[in-house]
């Protein structure tokens, strides 16, 4: 209905100019360090970031993860990062498909493959919707726009700060387990900054899920968005948690070591540039994601803007292979690293 695109446009006004990355708030990346290689012996052109994603050939280890759809605004932001997704390799993410589930006429906004036409393209709804939806309405989402796969988002704590917000959270894995036999290995659940631990991705990995993206603590803030635009009480609760999360590092250190090797790993929250990209990496992530700053950037600079920005991160991230003297993100796997402070803390007792 109208009050979905509303709220969404809502959340981008926010997004796009608000207070929505508490500075309080840590992904802990700054206590990982990497370690410098002063003669690393190889030619910078001898990175190879390539990975697969969703049955396709990723140049390098980015996915733009999942923000909009809905409204005019929204598709052009969608458009613009899916050309950059598609002329630099990466993975792409379109935002919840909510509002197209709900009128159809609003599927162009969410439609990017006459832009790019190859990139690895990822739908996206919420696990409460899904159960609404259903198996066969989720893939009726995927295929309306021609997606590789399929994003299932998890965000409780956005729900219960928002007033017309979901607070019954029985029948989750049900739900998961049912997409994921769909699905198989197409399909993606994310959180959307709070953060999935050790114990919920063995749960999902158990139940055949191959792809999680950790989505931690560090980065924008749902709960906090939803905060400034609560009154009351509400507010009031949503100050109190717009710090609450697992902080990404955490996050994806312990779900590596929780899983091993058998499911694919995306970092996101937080992560801002490519030296932090190359540390997520070496925590185990198989693919480093990114939302607000790239969101941001084509908000303020238009694609041009956008692209600007994500050259820098991908020139740092590169520059982080050759400064460790890695070929590749095995090689950087098994460079020593250090782990400091509060990082260590949260590695102890997860
Ligand atoms: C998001 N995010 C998000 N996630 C999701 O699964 N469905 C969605 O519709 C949205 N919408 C959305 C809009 C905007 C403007 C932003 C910035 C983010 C969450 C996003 O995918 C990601 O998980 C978090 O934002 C953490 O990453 P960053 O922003 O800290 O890099």
Redesign the pocket.
């Known amino acids: 209905d109208e009050t979905t695109a509303r709220r969404k446009d809502a959340?981008?006004d926010l997004?796009a100019t608000g207070d929505?990355?508490p500075a309080q708030n840590s992904t802990l990346l700054e206590h990982v360090h990497l370690i410098h290689c002063a003669m690393p012996e190889m030619a910078a052109d001898e990175v190879d970031l390539s990975t697969p994603f969703m049955g396709k050939a990723l140049r390098a280890p980015l996915l733009v993860?999942?923000?909009?759809?809905g409204t005019e605004r929204a598709g052009v932001v969608n458009r613009d990062l899916a050309l950059l997704a598609e002329r630099h390799g990466l993975a792409f993410?379109v935002?919840?498909q909510r509002a197209m589930a709900e009128d159809t006429s609003r599927t162009a906004s969410y439609a990017v493959r006459d832009v790019a036409p190859t990139v690895a393209l990822v739908g996206?709804i919420?696990l409460y919707q899904a159960v609404g939806l259903g198996v066969d309405g989720v893939r009726r989402l995927a295929d309306a726009i021609g997606a590789d796969g399929m994003?299932l988002?998890l965000?409780a704590g956005q729900e219960l700060t928002q007033p017309e917000g979901d607070r019954d959270f029985r029948g989750g894995y049900q739900v998961v387990e049912a997409l994921a036999r769909a699905f198989g290995d197409r399909l993606l659940v994310?959180?959307?900054?709070c953060g999935i631990g050790p114990d919920v991705a063995r749960r999902l990995v158990e139940l055949g899920v191959r792809n999680v993206?950790v989505?931690g603590l560090?980065?924008?803030s749902?709960v906090r968005v939803e905060q400034l635009r609560a009154h009351g009480s509400q507010a009031q609760v949503g100050a109190e948690f717009s710090g609450w999360g697992i902080p990404t590092a955490a996050a994806i250190a312990s779900v590596r070591k929780a899983v091993g090797p058998q499911a694919r790993l995306v970092a996101?929250?937080?992560?801002?540039g490519g030296l932090e990209c190359a540390k997520v990496l070496a925590l185990g992530a198989d693919l480093a994601?990114?939302?607000?700053?790239l969101?941001r950037a084509q908000q303020q600079g238009g694609l041009a803007g956008a692209e600007d920005a994500l050259k820098v991160i991908l020139t740092a991230l590169r520059q982080a292979l050759v400064l460790t003297g890695s070929r590749n993100v095995a090689e950087l796997r098994q460079r020593p690293r250090v782990v400091s402070g509060a990082l260590k803390d949260w590695l102890a007792a997860l």
């Not at 993860?65 to 759809?69: A, C, E, K, L």
């Not at 994310?190 to 900054?193: A, M």
């Not at 994601?289 to 700053?293: F, T």
């Open positions: 959340h981008l997004c929505v990355e993860t999942g923000m909009t759809g993410g935002g919840s996206n919420g994003a988002h965000n994310k959180e959307t900054g993206d989505s560090g980065g924008t749902w996101s929250g937080g992560v801002r994601g990114m939302a607000l700053p969101f």
